[in-house]
């Protein structure tokens, strides 16, 4: 993809996983044919950044000899599903790996999925909370008890279609050709939150031979929401979460973190929307170890760092649609108003109306334009602007008096 500071070459993790030797040769990649930064995406990507022309096809080739380039872009771009990263190493939640695994083998042999949009997506979560770090995804396989399974549909999270082990793979498949035939018949339905608007989700299961049945989907689940630190589950360490501050790391940075985990004899590392990287550990003196490295790279090491509740687009220069630097107002804001931004469980900085960060509503927004920002309370990018048209230095004030007033 072309951006503002050159090519995105965006790379996929398997299921949610990367090998810690996957993630030398992207950050040896970075580094050699990129600018050396990196993003973690709100779906758990990497992405290189700044590629040139020249460049281009052998980061490819770097990146090809690591095993991490598909076959054919369409199998890339189908494989989009988000895994719950501490599946499989919380004592408390399911392991739903397998399924994720078998769900990606399907989409990527059977090409009739390729034509599914590019951003529609399908996320498994290993506990009753369907939206895994917080994100929606078109189709939502979550476990409300263990040995059944919940499918939930975006638009609709109050009721989902309950299946065993075994159907789990198949009835993720028939839902979504169903919604491939209810776009051919209807191009304005772009993702299933408008096929579920315009048809209903009963009409969408029963269509895939489902059933709707009432569910509720369970709240937040703090462990998932900042899995960041030392991840424990009743006493005992089972992860180390480091979160990437907006979603960026450098090349060089990112090597040093991997050649520490590999010393820690750590083989795998899940990424999680949260734009965190969970190292599966349970040795207490490794996962200390790690952070330490971490901390000396000035990364996240705590569920509370006010950073991790952000949601930062690239901004200016990077993208072209953008006049501010979001990530510079992110840190500057995080600089200016330390605790105070503890209010707000979700703060949205996005370069634009379009609002690549972050799909749906966050506590706080604010929405570059013309080198100023908009303020959007309990909104989205598009949403009613509370304070209009506001300068940097701006903006920790005009936050501070919205904590004195009532959340509209
Ligand atoms: S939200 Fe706008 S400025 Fe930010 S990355 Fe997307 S298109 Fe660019």
Redesign the pocket.
Known sequence: MQ??DGLLLRVRPKAGSFSIAELGAIADAAARFGSGEIDLTNRGNLQLRGVSEETYSDALAALGAAGLIDAEAGAEAVRNIVVDPLSGLDPARADIRKYAVALEQVLVQDRRFWSLPGKFGFSFSGSSQPRVGGRTADIMIAVPRRSEFAIFLDGDMAAAALVSADEIVDAAMRLAAVFLRLRRDDQSVARMKDAVAQHGSAMIFSAASLQRAPVAAAEADPVAISPAGPLEHSGRIFAAGIGLPFGRIIAREFEALCRVASRLGIEVVNTSPERVLVFPVGDPEAVMALLAEAAKLHLIIEARDPRLAMDV????P?????S?E?RRDAQHLVDALQESLDAFPSLHI????????RRGTAALTLV?HNGRYDIVRNGD?SGPVTVADIALHEIAGAIKSLLRQPSP
Request: overall charge positive; proline content about 9%; charged content about 15%.
């Open positions: 951006s503002g687009c690239p901004g200016a990077a993208c072209r649609n953008a501010t979001t996005s370069g634009c109306e379009k609002g690549c960060a570059g990018p």
